[in-house]
């Protein structure tokens, strides 16, 4: 990314973003404002068509729906069919790829798929899709940039969008760069000019979402027995306006165990799926010294967010990225060392790892 072209978010790009009303209008509701505006633009500018399908003789693109199938964007061209997934606010992710495969395949479509991101996927997920074209924001911007406009409502209109693009641009880049920083935590600088733009859900969700794909990445890299089928998806969400991430390893039928990043809270929990109170089997492992047992409790009580979900919290103020990652992936893996032990303590057969948890 040309670092000229999209510098450093400040108080002064903000200012300029509140003044434009494309921006102001865009907030409401993120990736549908850009799935219809990039839809927009397929119909009614055939230079952007042709550089965004790749096709220089394109002739018309002659249909673009709109949450059709529950695709954010179904495009016909020259009598061929795009499926376009949109990500603004987290990390492609591969489950939504695999629903829309799914979901083609059993409508019948025949269809090209597109990955329209603002973050960069992983080499995994390239190369477990290789038939899906993966198309950046910054590709976008540029491509807006060359446009040439037509009237004066025109230039306006995509004059503004690039500046939207650019701001995207520059928030993504602030968001995700954070692994050797003194702090995972945005700087309070930061929070505040994000929260002036209202764009500090979109930076949050970028930045826990790529803290999930790293510890993925690194949970990966070390090859713990079985981590494909006993962890449960890394979970990124966005509650009370604050980010979180969630990693979980299944044991037994109803049991999750695992950590839980939200603010300046780390949180080793334990949670059934079927929502039982699990506040007497909270108490056995931090007991037998097994789990909610962190090294520097901020409170040596249990926890609760339901009677289903116990954690016991220390506080990860200050702690940069790196560090962060390295205590998910130190944590994680003594869940699967200590996984015979945890089972007996629980009360669930070790030779059968999948069993109930006996009475």
Request: glycine share 4%; with cysteine.
């Amino acid at each position: 990314m040309d670092t000229d072209q999209h510098p450093r978010l400040n108080q002064i790009a903000a200012d300029e973003f509140k003044k434009s009303l494309l921006c102001t209008l865009s907030l409401s509701s993120k990736e549908l404002f850009h799935s219809n505006m990039i839809g927009w633009l397929l119909e009614n500018n055939p230079a952007f068509a042709k550089k965004f399908f790749e096709r220089e003789d394109l002739a018309r693109v002659s249909k673009v729906e709109r949450e059709k199938f529950n695709f954010d964007l179904l495009v016909t061209a020259d009598g061929m069919n795009y499926v376009i997934e949109n990500k603004v606010k987290s990390v492609p992710n591969r489950g939504q790829i695999e629903d829309y495969k799914e979901k083609a395949r059993r409508k019948k479509l025949e269809a090209k798929f597109i990955l329209l991101s603002l973050v960069e996927p992983s080499d995994e997920f390239k190369r477990d899709f290789p038939d899906v074209r993966v198309i950046s924001y910054e590709e976008i911007h540029e491509w807006i940039v060359e446009v040439v406009p037509c009237d004066v409502y025109l230039e306006s209109l995509l004059t503004d969008y690039a500046m939207l693009l650019s701001t995207l641009i520059r928030i993504k880049s602030l968001a995700s760069n954070f692994h050797t920083d003194d702090h995972f935590s945005f700087k309070k600088e930061d929070a505040e000019i994000l929260r002036g733009i209202r764009l500090f859900d979109v930076a949050q969700k970028i930045r826990y979402s790529c803290l999930a794909a790293i510890c993925d990445r690194s949970l990966t890299d070390i090859k713990l027995p079985n981590l494909d089928r006993l962890k449960k998806s890394t979970e990124v969400a966005l509650t009370r306006s604050i980010g979180l991430m969630s990693i979980k390893i299944r044991f037994g039928e109803i049991l999750l165990i695992g950590i839980q990043i939200q603010g300046d809270q780390y949180r080793l929990s334990i949670e059934s799926t079927d929502k039982s109170d699990v506040q007497h089997l909270a108490e056995k492992l931090r007991n037998e010294d097994l789990w909610l047992n962190p090294p520097d409790p901020h409170r040596k009580m249990i926890l609760k967010f339901g009677k289903n979900f116990k954690y016991v919290y220390s506080s990860v103020r200050g702690k940069s990225g790196e560090k962060l990652v390295g205590r998910v992936v130190e944590d994680i893996s003594r869940l699967f060392r200590d996984r015979t032990k945890i089972l007996v303590c629980l009360g669930i057969n070790a030779d059968d790892p999948k069993g109930e948890i006996q009475a």
